[in-house]
């Protein structure tokens, strides 16, 4: 199934703002360490609002972890692996100063590990200046969209390729999140423990309509499938949601080879342990290890440690 996104007049003057750096998406070097930074006054806004709408990763584990000082805005720690079965990984760590997130590419060997670079190293290169906000966030999904489109039209080996897209990005008030396809950001708030994204899959689409059970959902053999991708038509549509700033907050966002290996219960264990940040990327990563490893792992976490605040 295709979905299409339609150009509004706004979002099509939104696009010319990153025509200069789109152009310059294809030679973005690689991004900067993390920076720290985080929440200023709050105004008040409502607690949840959502609106519907290359380089290749390396194979081995890796890792970006910001120092966890107990008077940073925030810290984030990251996993990535190829997993036991896969002979690459074609998943990309979406991970720069306030922008965090994984795309998990399709269409083979070269083109899954190019459709998730391209998508990483664009929103880096289009956001890197920007002043979080949700506006420009869909704007920047739409404009790596059609780079990954017109990179699959332009060479036949890239035919078809496409890639997830899970992404937070944080603001001063509050955290903005644009989805598309089965990567999903959970959100650990208060001991409770909350998938914040649908999954765009076709068995999840079957769980909604009342055909499937959630049990069912998670060994049916077409559970792989999903609905929506970046990348495969001329437009996208994403979800895009807003969360206010709590401190505290412990968002994971992660590809389908963590949360299809380990069930939310565990995640929620090992998330809610007196572990570092960094000790709980590692045993959310060996969990879906131990749990047989069929895809690639990949997982950002990011902990707010300032929240939004008067």
């Not at 690459?88 to 991970?95: E, F, G, R, S, T």
């Not at 670079?117 to 506006?135: F, H, W, Y």
Request: aromatic content about 2%; proline content about 3%.
């Amino acid at each position: 199934m295709k979905h299409r996104f339609h150009f509004t007049r706004e979002s099509s003057d939104r696009m010319k703002t990153f025509s200069e750096a789109d152009e310059a998406i294809g030679a973005a070097e690689q991004p900067a360490a993390p920076e720290q930074t985080g929440g200023e006054n709050c105004a008040d806004a409502p607690a949840v609002e959502e609106t519907k709408h290359a380089e290749p990763q390396p194979e081995e584990t890796a890792k970006a972890v910001s120092g966890e000082k107990p008077d940073a805005p925030f810290v984030t720690a990251s996993r990535t692996d190829v997993g036991k079965v896969r002979a690459n990984n074609q998943d990309a760590v979406i991970l720069s100063g306030r922008l965090a997130g994984i795309a998990d590419g399709m269409g083979g060997h070269l083109g899954g590990e190019t459709a998730s670079a391209t998508v990483r190293d664009g929103l880096i290169a289009l956001l890197a200046d920007k002043e979080p906000d949700s506006a420009a966030l869909e704007t920047g999904v739409e404009a790596v969209n059609r780079r990954v489109y017109l990179k699959s039209e332009e060479d036949e080996h890239l035919r078809g390729m496409g890639t997830t897209l899970t992404v937070l990005w944080l603001g001063d008030e509050d955290a903005m999140i644009a989805h598309v396809g089965d990567s999903r950001c959970y959100l650990l708030r208060g001991g409770e423990l909350k998938q914040v994204t649908d999954d765009h899959s076709l068995v999840m689409e079957m769980v909604r309509a009342g055909a499937l059970t959630k049990d069912q959902a998670a060994v049916h053999p077409m559970r792989n499938v999903i609905t929506r991708a970046v990348g495969t038509d001329r437009g996208v549509d994403a979800d895009l949601l807003r969360y206010r700033r709590e401190k505290g907050d412990l968002w994971l966002i992660c590809s389908d080879g963590l949360h299809g290996m380990v069930s939310d219960e565990e995640i929620k264990e090992i998330l809610s342990g007196e572990d570092d940040l960094d000790a709980k990327a590692q045993k959310l990563l060996d969990a879906a290890l131990d749990a047989g490893g069929r895809d690639n792992v990949s997982l950002v976490l990011l902990l707010d440690q300032e929240g939004c605040h008067a």
